[in-house]
T-cell receptor, first 116, second 113 residues
Framework: DTGVSQNPRHKITKRGQNVTFRCDPI?????LYWYRQTLGQGPEFLTY????????KSRLLSDRFSAERPKGSFSTLEIQRTEQGDSAMYLC??????????????FGPGTRLTVL | KQEVTQIPAALSVPEGENLVLNCSFT??????LQWFRQDPGKGLTSLLL?????REQTSGRLNASLDKSSGRSTLYIAASQPGDSATYLC????????????FGTGTRLTVIP
């Protein structure tokens, strides 16, 4: 499968715990995006990377959230001291900088987080 | 801030019917507009992308139109099938060059066999 992959697909944690999600973009896509989607809502933008540089961050990305893309390939999203309000689907997307598909974002299957 | 609205929130149609989903956005200065499909508990599948300079795009039974000046897009689905049942989301990319997408809340479509 050459699409965007995300792991884990589901995560259940207790309030106050830290969690980390991983996203592997489509090979050679140098742009990577994270979104959060709560039940019944559309996805909301969290952050954007071009290669290893984090170029855009939403105000939704509080200081408990941190995202990295150390080698410009896979990315991780960490949430510290989770709260029940963090329960959501976390979606990752990627796109190439140029060429076919450069104007589209291709989404992964998401990681569903439940905070008890 | 860009606001994207989708009407109706839910739609139920008998199989074979043609249907139209609506999307409106408040800031007409967009770079492009993308329609997605989302099955329950799944990620998003891109259906059609319309650049700001385009009026419509077609893929199979799907046709999307864009009227940028009035802040509207429609997704037309011809000869609907039960397999079309899903939530359909529209998203706009700002014309400022920002890379984020602004999404609507979606239309949940059910096609009854």
């Amino acid at each position: 499968d050459t699409g965007v992959s995300q792991n884990p697909r589901h995560k259940i944690t207790k309030r106050g715990q830290n969690v980390t999600f991983r996203c592997d973009p489509i090979s050679e896509h140098n742009r990577l995006y994270w979104y959060r989607q709560t039940l019944g809502q559309g996805p909301e933008f969290l952050t954007y990377f071009q290669n290893e540089a984090q170029l855009e961050k939403s105000r939704l990305l509080s200081d408990r959230f941190s995202a990295e893309r150390p080698k410009g390939s896979f990315s991780t999203l960490e949430i510290q001291r989770t709260e029940q309000g963090d329960s959501a689907m976390y979606l990752c997307a990627s796109s190439p900088r140029t060429g076919w598909g450069s104007n589209e974002q291709f989404f992964g299957p998401g990681t569903r987080l439940t905070v008890l | 801030k860009q606001e994207v609205t989708q009407i109706p929130a839910a739609l139920s149609v008998p199989e074979g019917e043609n249907l139209v989903l609506n999307c409106s956005f408040t800031d007409s200065a967009i770079y492009n507009l993308q329609w997605f499909r989302q099955d329950p508990g799944k990620g998003l599948t891109s259906l059609l992308l319309i650049q700001s300079s385009q009026r419509e795009q077609t893929s199979g039974r799907l046709n999307a139109s864009l009227d940028k000046s009035s802040g509207r897009s429609t997704l037309y689905i011809a000869a609907s099938q039960p397999g079309d049942s899903a939530t359909y989301l529209c998203a706009v990319r700002p014309g400022t060059g920002a890379n984020n997408l602004f999404f609507g809340t979606g239309t949940r479509l059910t096609v009854i066999p």
